[in-house]
């Protein structure tokens, strides 16, 4: 069996949840107290979010894969076109912005996508260490010719002082250890520092967090398996595939999964940021709000609101496989916003809070499956439940 990548280029059933969208027709829904506003717009696959120390708002871009049509292979989830198109950009003032081009603070990272550039893997996760900025690309298995930056391949990154530099390689510890003791597959996904020289990154197709201290990766968490007892096997296909990670209150590590697009059963897992030990789990019949029984669909972000709420992206939960933020109350309570394609999150402290859309999307707008309708360019949207 196979390991599951986060975000693929297997987005057909993505692709007719969110091809009708656009943004004149999107209507705040019964919960929200305002409609979205579109912060900025023309993103390459936009993905995690995070906050700069000067309070601007950090994108990570996936890119665009290959612009001229090279370096392109067949893959199990359809034809992936490599370049250098990554890249991470800045939002300043993400609160007041309507409509404001990308700022592109560093380019020419390791990207692939479909051939029109979308449904990109790449530079997908973005976290603010203080004194410099983490990077996580994903990894290709495969053999990646000279005039791209292979060395960046699978590797944790970091921005300093305007220097592009190596930390850690992260899929050497899935080629390494295979903590799930599943097939060796590895997707580097969203990384959070931890303060000082700790990091963690989610390794989607790993199922398993790695932590970086002091450039020394290792393995640190491995989620259990949906159903099948929780037991790792060949026979159990139904794998939890770690997409995002936020602090939440009391310091606690959160980490979303997409469950391998399993409708209803993604989980948000609460985690010891020490020890890497498992705490719990919102979702259903969760051990975290347990009146909650509705569970998530393909969690592709998660963050927390300053008076304790969870918000989580649903690639293609909702109404008709739409895409949807979710908010989880203190109290449990549920609420939605409809939002295409939706992958990171941020809130400030005014409980605004931010989400990549169309972030399977391109500067160009991607069409995700033949014969399906364009989409708009990857945005970041404003909501405020």
Known sequence: MRKARAIPLA???????????????????????QKP????TGFNNPRQLAWGSDGSLLVAEAGRGSTTGKNCFAGPEGTTCVGATGSVSLIRFPAWTYKAKPHRIVGGLLSGAAPDGGSAVGSDGVSNAGDRLLIQETYFPVTLPSSLPRWQNGKLLDLRFGRLGTVADIAAVERKYNPDHLQ???DPYAVLSLGGKRSVTADAAANDLVLVDRGKARPFTVFPLHGCGGVRSEQCDREPVPTSLAFGPHGALY?????????NEARVWKVDPHSGRLLGYYGRNGTICRSDKAGFTTITGVAFGHDGSLYVSELIGGANGQGQVVRISPSCHRS??????????????????YVSAYSISDSDGAVPEPGA???????????HF
């Open 255 to 263: 980490v979303g999964e997409l469950a391998h697009f399993e409708p």
């Open 336 to 353: 939605t916003m409809p939002v295409p394609a939706p992958a990171g999150l941020a809130v400030d402290r005014h409980d605004n809070v």
């Open 373 to 383: 309708p364009k989409l708009p360019p990857g945005q970041v949207w404003r909501v």
């Open 11 to 33: 987005v057909g059933s993505v692709a007719l949840a969110v091809a009708g969208w656009t943004l004149p027709g999107v209507a705040a829904s019964a919960h929200a107290k």
């Open 184 to 186: 060796v597959d590895s």
């Open 37 to 40: 506003v579109v912060v900025a």
